[in-house]
């Protein structure tokens, strides 16, 4: 009878130690990503790079789903109420993750406490273009055509809390000037309408515009960073066209729901920055106009808590807001 007591035992141990080492296995099914945007936008062909990377040399299988919406609000709180478990993340971005709770008085997440930052993925600046037909060449043209008949030019932008939306904010601001904001619910159909003739500026990522801009599709009028884009070296900053001081980029991050284990971020992270280093993300990201950033899960926590002040103040001092 001790002897069966003791293998009972040692079988039951063994059974256990199989049963956790299995709870352990991660991921050991398809992990579902979701793009807070539509297809075919800046954000989209980022975010579908970096899971092919990670998939392929991980052997994991995405599968991409795209949740457009209230600046991608939508999407983002999505992930937020998903399961801890690791197979839902989302690529979010500045606009979701550090303007939005200050922008919009009833946001249904809190990015800080709701959750789980993985890693930085890349940075890109913004980039202000008309038409190839349109009049305006500079940001003194369009000042001045504002300024003689206020509000009568609409500019666009992908979305209401989008760091784009900002900086269109910003621009009226230090230009004293008023024009007319048109959101959409994603860059595509914006090119599509300015392209067209329907709106008279396209606010937005060098990534979303950057081909459109090559093509000749587009005129480049200046770009948001403190310095040039490496990509535009031709377009000047908002800086030199008058406006000192102007600074707006928008970043693009990895996270999930809060609550993630410590071991899964770290799987996921380490899988994420192998995703960067790989040649064929840093081609496509330098074709779209994006600078890829790594990082670890801490300072992609610090950037979006240090980002939410900054643009917190950003938001009041434009007086924007959305119910």
Same mark, same amino acid.
């Given at each position: 009878?001790?002897?069966?007591?003791?293998?009972?035992?040692?079988? !039951?141990?063994?059974?256990?130690? !199989?049963?956790?080492?299995?709870?352990?296995?991660?991921?050991?099914?398809?992990?579902?990503?979701?793009?807070?945007?539509?297809?075919?936008?800046?954000?989209?062909?980022?975010?579908?790079?970096?899971?092919?990377?990670?998939?392929?040399?991980?052997?994991?299988?995405?599968?991409?789903?795209?949740?457009?919406?209230?600046?991608?609000?939508?999407?983002?709180?999505?992930?937020?109420?998903?399961?801890?478990?690791?197979?839902?993340?989302?690529?979010?971005?500045?606009?979701?993750?550090?303007?939005?709770?200050?922008?919009?008085?009833?946001?249904?997440?809190?990015?800080?406490?709701?959750?789980?930052?993985?890693?930085?993925?890349?940075?890109?600046?913004?980039?202000?273009?008309?038409?190839?037909?349109?009049?305006?060449?500079?940001?003194?043209?369009?000042?001045?055509?504002?300024?003689?008949?206020?509000?009568?030019?609409?500019?666009?932008?992908?979305?209401?809390?989008?760091?784009?939306?900002?900086?269109?904010?910003?621009?009226?601001?230090?230009?004293?000037?008023?024009?007319?904001?048109?959101?959409?619910?994603?860059?595509?159909?914006?090119?599509?309408?300015?392209?067209?003739?329907?709106?008279?500026?396209?606010?937005?990522?060098?990534?979303?515009?950057?081909?459109?801009?090559?093509?000749?599709?587009?005129?480049? !009028?200046?770009?948001?960073?403190?310095?040039?884009?490496?990509?535009?070296?031709?377009?000047?900053?908002?800086?030199?066209?008058?406006?000192?001081?102007?600074?707006?980029?928008?970043?693009?991050?990895?996270?999930?729901?809060?609550?993630?284990?410590?071991?899964?971020?770290?799987?996921?992270?380490?899988?994420?920055?192998?995703? !960067?280093?790989?040649?064929?993300?840093?081609?496509?990201?330098?074709?779209?106009?994006?600078?890829?950033?790594?990082?670890?899960?801490?300072?992609?926590?610090?950037?979006?808590?240090?980002?939410?002040?900054?643009?917190?103040?950003?938001?009041?001092?434009?007086?924007?807001?959305?119910?």
């Amino acid at each position: 009878m001790k002897f069966l007591r003791h293998a009972f035992t040692a079988l !039951l141990m063994g059974a256990c130690a !199989l049963h956790a080492g299995a709870a352990q296995a991660y991921p050991d099914k398809p992990i579902r990503l979701i793009v807070p945007f539509p297809p075919g936008g800046g954000t989209d062909a980022l975010a579908r790079q970096v899971a092919t990377e990670m998939g392929a040399l991980n052997g994991w299988t995405f599968v991409i789903e795209n949740r457009p919406g209230a600046g991608g609000n939508l999407g983002v709180d999505q992930a937020a109420k998903a399961a801890p478990d690791g197979y839902t993340l989302v690529i979010g971005q500045t606009s979701n993750l550090a303007i939005n709770p200050t922008l919009y008085s009833r946001l249904p997440y809190d990015p800080e406490r709701d959750l789980t930052p993985i890693g930085l993925v890349a940075e890109a600046p913004l980039v202000l273009v008309v038409a190839s037909n349109s009049p305006y060449r500079t940001l003194a043209d369009v000042v001045a055509a504002s300024k003689a008949k206020p509000g009568s030019l609409d500019v666009a932008t992908s979305g209401n809390g989008t760091v784009a939306h900002l900086a269109t904010e910003m621009f009226q601001k230090a230009a004293g000037i008023r024009l007319t904001h048109v959101p959409y619910k994603g860059a595509a159909q914006g090119s599509t309408d300015l392209i067209g003739g329907q709106i008279d500026m396209y606010m937005s990522s060098v990534p979303t515009l950057i081909g459109h801009i090559r093509s000749g599709a587009m005129r480049a !009028l200046a770009v948001t960073s403190v310095q040039r884009s490496d990509d535009l070296p031709d377009v000047p900053t908002f800086a030199e066209s008058g406006f000192k001081d102007f600074d707006a980029v928008t970043w693009f991050g990895l996270a999930g729901p809060a609550g993630l284990r410590a071991d899964v971020v770290r799987t996921l992270n380490k899988a994420l920055i192998g995703a !960067l280093d790989a040649p064929a993300t840093r081609k496509l990201f330098q074709a779209q106009g994006a600078a890829v950033r790594g990082s670890t899960p801490e300072a992609f926590a610090t950037l979006i808590h240090d980002d939410r002040i900054r643009w917190g103040r950003i938001v009041k001092d434009s007086g924007a807001r959305i119910d």
